[in-house]
């Protein structure tokens, strides 16, 4: 019976200290996200390649149903030095351009999403769901 109990302790405690590396450093932005105007949710995973990805899951905005399910950012890598994520191909559909990608996660928990090109950048920020 103790023996049952002790190894019982151990898993859980595995499977909680497993839950918690998930949620830092390269995998802290693995799941589900919505945006600050609560208008669209995405998705970010580890994709076949091992480099992660994102993708739309839900848009609020009927014209832009078609949408769902796309990869807009692929084969982001994560920079330990920086705590961030790098992607050469972060597409944006309302511009129809690929362009570069930072993405953090600031000490509030919110994901900031910056696309830049040309010297241009923008910030989007994200808020987890899942």
């Not at 609560?38 to 992660?52: I, M, N, P, Q, R």
Request: glycine share 6%.
């Amino acid at each position: 019976m103790i023996r049952k109990r002790y190894a019982l302790n151990v898993a859980l405690m595995l499977c909680i200290s497993s839950a918690l590396y998930a949620r830092s450093g390269k995998y802290a932005i693995i799941g589900k996200w919505v945006n600050e105007h609560e208008d669209s949710k995405v998705e970010f995973y580890v994709g076949a390649d091992s480099t992660l990805h994102a993708k739309l899951i839900w848009v609020k905005n009927e014209r832009k149903k078609e949408r769902e399910g796309m990869v807009f950012i692929k084969g982001m890598v994560y920079d330990e030095e920086q705590n961030r994520w790098l992607t050469e191909y972060m597409y944006s559909p309302d511009h129809k351009m690929v362009a570069k990608g930072i993405l953090w996660i600031d000490e509030d928990g919110v994901l900031n999403v910056r696309g830049k090109k040309l010297g241009i950048s923008a910030v989007e920020k994200f808020y987890r769901i899942e």
